[in-house]
């Protein structure tokens, strides 16, 4: 099973780096919430 991290970073991205790190850690794909496509969410089930 695939890990997918959705995460929406605003102003500084400090979010972004944080699920950056994150998806370093699980190896996991990232994506904000506008730019995900349907077969990213079917890959990571």
């Given at each position: 099973m695939k890990t997918l991290?959705?995460?929406n970073s605003t102003t500084h991205g400090?979010?972004?780096k944080l699920a950056e790190a994150l998806a370093d850690e699980l190896n996991a794909v990232i994506q904000e919430p506008g730019?995900?496509?349907p077969?990213?969410?079917k890959e990571a089930s």
């Open positions: 991290i959705l995460y400090n979010t972004r730019g995900i496509e077969p990213a969410l």
